[in-house]
């Protein structure tokens, strides 16, 4: 078991900027890659962002390239994500995930563990 508890979600403005959290616990999350992962109303949830787990590479979405930065501290068992220049269309419950392989995957069926999501709103 890799409880994942996230936090730091809230309201922005467009353009502004908020950072989301995601603490992990257990002896597996060193190990394992992370990802972020969105869903808005009415849409499936897709990939935000991953990191492998010692944190040497990482990719994005292109909807959030060059705007957002994941990033991780094994230390502290826990990821970040960095979200800059927002805009409404971001707006999503956004989740935490940890993979069963330590390298940094975009693919939704290689992660196991799910936290329970913290809500990002950005208002026009």
């Known amino acids: 078991q890799v409880p994942l508890v996230e936090s730091g979600g809230g309201l922005a403005q467009a353009g502004g900027s908020l950072r989301v959290s995601c603490v992990g616990s257990?002896?597996?999350?060193?190990?394992?890659?992370m990802g972020w992962f969105r869903q808005a109303p009415g849409k499936e949830r897709e990939f935000v962002a991953t990191?492998?787990?010692?944190?040497?590479?990482?990719y994005y979405a292109d909807s959030v390239k060059g705007r957002f930065t994941i990033s991780r501290d094994n230390a502290k068992n826990t990821v970040y994500l960095q979200m800059n220049s927002l805009k409404p269309e971001d707006t999503a419950v956004y989740y935490c995930?940890?993979?069963?392989?330590?390298?940094?995957?975009?693919?939704?069926?290689?992660?196991?563990?799910w936290g329970q999501g913290t809500q990002v709103t950005v208002s026009s």
């Open positions: 990191v492998a787990w010692n944190g040497q590479s990482t």
């Open positions: 257990g002896r597996t999350f060193n190990w394992n890659a």
């Open positions: 995930a940890a993979s069963i392989t330590p390298e940094a995957s975009m693919r939704r069926d290689e992660y196991a563990y």
